[in-house]
């Protein structure tokens, strides 16, 4: 079977969707399926994927006869929604009728230009990664999604890190518009595939702190990259979209990420010793 | 059983859909149950006698207003098949969905 699978919503979504791929795969008897997304870079060094398909409109296109079925299930409009503690992975793998498999996304391989992202200042010191804001983004457009993020967290975070690690960098991930953490080093991407430029400087890092967002999902892809991240229960739970294999820490507070730098710094410090 | 469809996308695309309706209640209104909707245009289906709940459009989070329904079905013309058939009418795109999963769900049973 020839078979389109459509993959909507956001980066992170689409990469943890990655973990289905060798399923699919078997499901469909083929070495190789394609995709329609919004993130064509994502998926086309995959030596699993054959093809990609730009998200195209309502009307008819011929070129899409090659396949035998398109293929497009939306978690976020199905009974996962319901679902309190279904992991994200298990509502498509049920959708698609595969076995469920465990989260792990992977990118096959990721390679970017050094032109295509560039860090606010030369960074020659080891150094950590961290995302705080994320966006609700849809069809490839960035869309700030304003939920739980607090600058003064991870100010004080950051300052706790220096203070006891002062020959650490810290480099944030964030668009030009969000929040700038004082002291750390934007990453900036100058095209929309140059975000997977953050791939190999998660690989050289020393650690990952984050909120559930699209650095999370990368971080996921490096194996063994301690990764500490910070979840508003009221909004997501690692349970339902996150990675057992990182270090999830957890508060339930409505409007924001409530844990105490003290709590995150403690986990960090302990799980790097 | 209670079912929620949900429909996106455009005014004129949710009121095609409403031909479905009557087709719908037949074949998963057991019980006498009516379907419910999910939907960003309410007012579509206000005072419709054969529609049971009206939701909102909802975010990412668990939703526990959603937890009454037993399915939450949804299936999307635009990123199926009906794309690579050039006279495929489009409510015969979702009557073909809805049937396949009604045999599916029939089977279980």
């Known amino acids: ?273 | 059983m209670k079912n929620l469809f949900v429909v996106v996308g455009g005014i004129g695309k949710n009121i095609i859909w409403t031909c479905l309706i009557n087709e719908l209640n037949y074949n998963y209104g057991q019980c006498g149950d009516k379907i419910s909707v999910m939907t960003p245009w309410p007012f579509v289906f206000y005072n419709n006698e054969n529609i049971d709940f009206i939701e909102p459009l909802a975010g990412f989070p668990f939703n526990e207003q959603l937890t009454k329904f037993d399915d939450i079905i949804y299936f999307e013309p635009y990123f199926s098949d009906f794309l690579k058939y050039k006279d495929k009418h489009i409510l015969n795109s979702w009557q073909k969905v809805m049937e396949s999963i009604q045999i599916f769900k029939r089977s279980l049973i």
């Open chain 1, 1 to 273: 079977m020839k078979n389109l699978y459509v993959v909507m919503g956001g980066l992170g979504k689409a990469l943890l969707w990655t973990s289905l791929i060798p399923s699919l795969c078997e499901k469909d008897e083929v070495e190789k399926i394609s995709v329609m997304s919004p993130w064509p870079w994502l998926f086309e060094k995959h030596n699993q994927i054959e093809g990609h398909e730009p998200l195209l409109d309502f009307r008819y296109f011929p070129q899409l006869e090659i396949y035998d079925k398109i293929i497009y299930h939306e978690p976020y409009l199905s009974d996962y929604l319901k679902e309190k503690d279904q992991h994200m992975l298990d509502n498509w793998a049920d959708a698609y009728g595969i076995e469920r498999v465990s989260p792990s996304p992977r990118l096959d391989p990721p390679v970017v230009g050094d032109d295509c992202f560039e860090l606010s200042e030369k960074c020659d010191k080891p150094y950590y990664v961290i995302q705080f804001t994320g966006g609700m983004m849809r069809e490839g457009m960035h869309q700030l999604c304003p939920r739980d993020y607090r600058l003064d967290l991870v100010e004080k975070l950051n300052a706790k890190i220096k203070s006891k690690f002062p020959n650490l960098s810290c480099v944030c991930f964030r668009h030009e518009y969000e929040p700038k953490p004082s002291g750390t080093i934007t990453f900036k991407s100058k095209i929309e595939s140059g975000v997977l430029g953050i791939l190999p400087l998660i690989v050289k890092s020393e650690f990952v702190v984050c909120i559930d967002s699209a650095l999370m999902h990368f971080a996921a892809c490096v194996k063994d990259k301690p990764t500490f991240v910070l979840w508003n229960t009221n909004q997501t739970t690692p349970s339902r979209i996150g990675y057992d294999f990182q270090e999830n820490i957890l508060c339930d507070t409505e409007l924001c990420i409530d844990t105490s730098a003290d709590e995150v710094f403690d986990i960090i410090e302990l799980a790097l010793k």
